[in-house]
């Protein structure tokens, strides 16, 4: 296998001092340039400098999970093939022939003993390796070991597969810091995927991890989880890495998110600590995946922008081997409620789209229970300006939206109010 | 309620030699160079120059007639709510939250006590101000007077409402200059809206007030028009502002433009003298109102561009609410008649729309009856040229294009050779 | 008629090094730098310099046969009327009024008695004269004779029309040099259409032309075409010009390409020569003229650009007059064998497609029986390069691709091998 040459790193069309309002403490800032969600020649840096260069998750190794099995992936204009090779090991290739460029691999996933192009037949192993071509022994300077299939950065974490386009990026767990940790107790590696849902949404993609960021909009878009899960009751992880997480609490008896609230004898995912029961954990992992953890499932959201005013969105639910298994599961519950809760924030998130199109938006403010919005749009900033500061976003559990479980009687007066 | 920041006047792309054949007296002068109609760069520039700062029609003041009632309408991707505040007067607002920026009033038209954001449910009163929104208490610097909705001026004439996005526009009254004038002897304010077509036309939008500016084209394109109103009868009205007016003669014992070419019990527009019993007068208000008053009833196009080869043409038919309340009112067969008619103007502005994006096309020359085409296109090349200096293009009415009515006996004969 | 004016000579935006490497001997070249089948400024290059400046076909003689019958073609945004006019002598010109701009010409084909535009109604003769419009007598400077219609160069092959937009450029027997020779023994210009084809491919104009350039993909790609016509025997033919020419040889006791290899009766063309009776000729006219001699018909693809990722095809298939006489004349069998193998190649070419767009695609090489591809890849480098220099790829009959016909039994060893 060849790799692929280092592009040079693209130049930020965002001044530092563009974003220099949005890099202040919650109550003082500002949210972002409203151009940074339209602007096709800032989406094209975030593509180039950003999703090019971090890991982005694309799938699970149960997606290939046997020697010869394979799925493609989509990056961002490039084709790449997630392959399990002999030797078990799994790799990612650019599923392009050395030779006249023709794409290889047409079936979406499915199980292979070797690649063979299409168009002239020439051949690669399952760990790139061209086979000599007929017709070509004459010809001078052909080196076989230069026109293996070019290879691709790989790597894993509990189960999930994470690919990076850039051969110099930092690893993987460096990407991820103390995020791992929060997650140890359970067994993410053996959970399976049971409900895939894929979604169009004329948003841009911060806007959708922005969205997923706060409860404020709660209880005017989600009746049905602010009932299960009020939008201030809560708190927010500790830790460092790109990411950030927050948990909300179940309250009266309810037992999970789902379209009534309750398990309906669903087994909860093993590990679970007498106060992860009552919780469902929300975190975002740069740039774009959103991590759900609740007690029977895990759910995850990968936001793949298309360009600067829409997205695919891919929201998975993964329960445990042993959960499904069971005769009467049925998964219908919780994906019936967040498919529900899905629609009704793209909807929001739509209309954000639209209005900050208008030349008339200004930045405008966070409310104080923003602040994980606030951290992500910090993220951000930071890298548009990319001066090697870095914002820090302060959050407390009780001071920032409503308290931990345990402090519920003493909120600060404005929160017990504002609670529907 | 703020105000938008004033915008940077944009550039000209179009340089004064470039339209300095253009303006010249008509019979010297060629037409708008051919890029006019297709150069996107070009429509940037009137879009941001010209119908981001001039005075825009966008309804009837009967659209929002009562307190609350309201209606939205899109301005070159400004969403705006036009709105009857409780004071009675006609307010425009962005439609734009001024926190996260979503669009707030999603509703076409109707009616409301205040608007309310669908994303964070802030609220603001019908005349744009910001209600204290919750988790907000503890934010620095955070105005409630300095976060209400921005407003877009407002003006009316005769029932019609205007939109101005520039705030250091010159007031409507100037724009309009003496058109009014003619028009005081009818109770235009009064007309209600009857009928209203609507058209996607494959043209850029000075094709179409080109087009509507001349009945050199009549006699081969609308044999039924000019049937009842010969191309070659009319006159010029004279006046200062920025707009021009003629009017065209019914033969024969015809009494209005219709299907048929009789009123049929319909009763005449008020105020009527015995000179306009048998006239059409026909007005392009700059940029984009086309005014036809025919004795019963009043036809407004509003040509908007969608981009430099298309736009959108509304076609609605006014008439005295006398004449609509009687038992047996029947619009059809004006409407009739202008369905028609318009459609065989797309026609041919499609065509030409096709022909002029030809690299061999060269300005062509005016005859000595599209005199009116010639004002308007002066009046963009002046825009476009933007030296101070302005084209005035000679309309006599007897010279230019067969003479006014009470002179038929007198044309020149090459006139009366080409009546068909 | 007035004549065009020149425009300026675009400038390439591909440098000679970036394509030094595809001007080498065969043996140690690369492929084309994939920005050329993407990238829509290298597109705009090749439709500004070699479309609008090159002799195109666009039809046969026989679509404008006699006085007044005429058919519209379009070329890259021009639209132009291709004649007979009184005189028997096939004009062209472009669609376009010189007065307003409008399309003339709205049926893409008929007889006429002379032109006349349905907008103003100004009418040309059939050589492009004006006459006299109404209402421009007191015109100054109105001069009839330059206001006519704008001519287009055409000139005639073997029955064949090209048009070519570029005033300056050589003759056509200039650009086909010694191509008209190798078929001079035929009757070309008595064939007549018989089958048209016509597809949108999702590749570039010059994929497609590399497709038809080579039979290494044949025994994968078309199973049928190899057994008819294995991929390994054949040879190139000589001669200068703008364009280059092979043959294959029908196995067994196959007679034409068709869907089982005979002719059924169909008769040959005229003229045919003993080894005639075993080939097919196939032969690139540079750009786009891809130019097929069966034993019993001519077949023609036009590859039209849509874009620098789409392309229009239209097959045509010509018999002789004779032949399809015949009572029982049936093309079916070549015409589904042809439209077989088209479908197989646009499948592949459109791989190809895909897969050159990937970051990680860097140029491939050209196996040794790629020889065709390599001409005109080289024919495409020197345009781009424009430095002078002209590129050579040897092509000897023996050694490039498994020997001519003769030599079957003295084919090189590895030929013989890779024979399917």
């Keep these: 296998m060849a790799s692929v040459l280092q592009r040079q790193r693209p130049v930020s069309p965002v001044r530092p001092e563009e974003v220099s309002a949005t890099r202040q403490p919650t109550e003082r800032a500002s949210t972002l340039p409203p151009r940074v969600y339209h602007d096709p020649e800032v989406f094209q840096y975030e593509r180039d400098a950003w999703f090019s260069a971090d890991w982005l998750c694309v799938g699970r190794e149960e997606d290939a999970a046997e020697p010869g099995e394979y799925f493609l992936t989509q990056l961002f204009g490039e084709n790449i093939i997630v392959v399990r090779s002999d030797d078990r090991q799994l790799r990612a290739f650019h599923n392009v022939c050395r030779h006249r460029g023709a794409t290889i691999v047409e079936e979406p996933c499915g199980k292979l003993v070797r690649f063979q192009c299409p168009y002239h037949a020439w051949i690669y192993d399952l760990k790139g390796n061209l086979r000599p071509p007929r017709h070509t022994e004459t010809l001078e300077n052909f080196d076989l070991s230069q026109n293996g299939l070019f290879q691709v950065r790989l790597d894993t974490w509990a189960g999930f597969i994470f690919l990076n386009l850039d051969p ?112 469902v954990y929300y975190a975002f992992i740069w740039p774009n995946l959103l991590y759900s953890l609740h007690p029977d499932f895990l759910m ?83 890298r548009y300006a990319n001066d090697g500061q870095r914002t820090v976003v302060v959050r407390e559990a009780i001071k920032n939206w409503g308290g931990a479980r345990t402090k519920r009687r003493s909120q600060p007066a404005e929160l017990r109010e504002s609670a529907d």
């Design 168 to 279: 110099q990026a930092a690893p993987l767990a460096e990407h991820l810091g103390e995020f791992p940790n929060h997650w140890q107790p359970f067994p993410i590696a053996e959970l399976r995927r049971s409900q895939r849902m894929e979604y169009h949404v004329k948003a841009n993609w911060k806007a959708l991890v922005e969205n997923y960021s706060e409860c404020y909009h709660c209880p005017g878009v989600h009746p049905l989880l602010n009932h299960l899960t009020p939008y201030n009751l809560g708190g927010y992880l500790p830790g460092s890495g790109n990411w950030a997480a927050s948990w909300m609490e179940l309250t009266s008896d309810y037992e999970t998110l789902s379209i009534d609230g309750y398990l309906h004898g669903r087994k909860r995912i093993p590990g679970m600590r007498p106060e992860d029961l009552k919780r």
């Design 300 to 382: 995850i959201h990968l936001v793949w922008p298309i360009n600067a005013e829409e997205s695919t969105v891919i929201c998975e639910l993964f329960f445990h081997p042993e959960t499904m298994a069971e005769p009467d599961f049925d998964p219908s519950g919780p994906k019936e409620f967040w498919d529900l809760t899905n629609r009704q924030d793209w909807h929001v998130c739509e209309l954000q789209q639209a209005g900050t199109a208008s030349r008339s938006y200004v930045p405008g403010r966070y409310s104080i229970i923003e602040k994980m919005v606030h951290s992500f749009d910090a993220m951000v900033a930071d």
